[in-house]
């Protein structure tokens, strides 16, 4: 991430990661761990600009939605999901809440209905 376009697209990157509903640092660990092709959790934290102690809590977010795989060696190595799949997970997840809102709100109209 040394050029301009590099810094714009990270930046890009990031701000759609957290407008998804990730945390900031796991916005940018993500970010770090795609342009890494993986890391440690001290690679992760000199590339994103998270401290490294948050690092484990961040990659513990993204691991829990599937958008980050953990090597237990030592030290610990952290493997992102391709572009596709997570881009496929944040779609499933909006399609699923965009349903529940519609089933929500037309249960509302029915019983406006019958009042």
Do not use: N
Not at 21 to 40: D, E, I
Not at 66 to 72: I, K, N, P, T, Y
């Amino acid at each position: 991430m040394t050029g301009e376009s590099d810094s714009g697209a990270h930046e890009d990157a990031v701000e759609q990661l957290t407008e998804l509903g990730l945390g900031l640092y796991a916005a940018r660990a993500f970010v770090a761990l795609t342009a890494l092709s993986g890391g440690t959790a001290v690679e992760v934290s000199r590339t994103a600009d998270v401290p490294r102690t948050r690092v484990y809590d961040a990659v513990e977010e993204l691991s829990e939605l599937g958008l980050v795989g953990v090597e237990e060696s030592t030290p610990k190595r952290f493997t992102p999901v391709g572009t596709d799949e997570a881009a496929d997970r944040f779609l499933d997840e909006y399609e699923t809440r965009v349903e529940t809102l519609r089933a929500a709100l037309s249960t509302l109209e029915a019983e406006r209905d019958r009042s």
